[in-house]
């Protein structure tokens, strides 16, 4: 021990002193790890931030049926024909559009082979949510829907629990909603409609490109500079120490 603090003492001009030293280099320690982690991250981050990408961008294909492996599927490009149900209409509670109070609204839609899918068709104002006050987004007849296949159940610890009884829905539960419906074989997954270029502004569809954050980058500098800045204390605050015991001494 004696011959690594007089290595030490060499090599940094001072005798690494023991409290110091338990605390720091643990801290110290797990900083880098973590800026590291955060570096791993970014790799992760930018790999499904392309794979996500090239899913959207590719052609729309038919949506899935009841079978389908949403991890093939996840964020698929899709269409559908069909009929809305508008007399089911469910509007997702808390979901806020650049500050404003709103809803998505959550419709079924039957297909010509009789199947029924799940579809957010996108965002309403909270002044809106009667139906009956934008009866021009409660079209009738054959419709072709173009959207992005979204994995349903999704939610955080602090989502309420959907009341389908009091119309209160809070996230996509694909039984509790194709139950509202009286939908059977509904498959388990909703599609976000995209913005349509023309025809009713309401529903706000979803952008083309969902943005994914990417800001490990910033997360690892701010560790590694963390670490950086406490081996500068650790280091200055011995030279200091060790210079007034030599002070002290004469």
């Known amino acids: 021990m004696t011959d690594t603090r007089s290595t030490l003492h060499r090599t940094l001009g001072f005798r690494p002193r023991l409290w110091p030293t338990l605390i720091s280099l643990p801290m110290i320690v797990v900083m880098l790890g973590l800026g590291s982690w955060q570096l791993q991250r970014m790799a992760w981050k930018e790999g499904l931030i392309d794979r996500l990408e090239s899913r959207m961008m590719a052609p729309a ?33 808390g979901r806020p559009e650049k500050g404003t109070v709103g809803y998505h609204v959550v419709t079924p839609l039957r297909t010509a082979e009789g199947r029924v899918l799940l579809v957010n068709r996108g965002w309403i104002p909270d002044d809106r949510k009667d139906a009956a006050r934008r009866p021009e987004s409660q079209p009738t007849g054959t419709v072709t829907v173009e959207g992005i296949v979204r994995r349903a159940g999704l939610r955080n610890s602090f989502t309420p629990d959907n009341e389908p009884g009091r119309g209160m829905w809070f996230y996509v539960d694909v039984p509790q909603m194709a139950a509202f419906a009286k939908a059977e074989g509904v498959p388990n997954y909703y599609i976000d409609e ?53 002070d002290a001494a004469k």
């Open 194 to 246: 995209l913005r349509r270029e023309a025809g009713p502004q309401l529903p706000i569809g979803a952008d083309p490109m969902i943005g994914l954050r990417n800001e490990h980058l910033q997360y690892a500098i701010t560790w590694f500079a963390m670490a950086f800045g406490l081996i500068v204390v650790y280091v200055m605050w011995h030279r200091r120490t060790e210079r007034e015991d030599r």
């Open 61 to 93: 294909i038919p949506a899935p049926g009841a079978g389908a492996d949403i991890e093939e599927f996840e964020f698929r490009r899709v269409t559908a024909t069909g009929e809305w149900l508008h007399q089911f209409e469910m509007p997702l509670i």
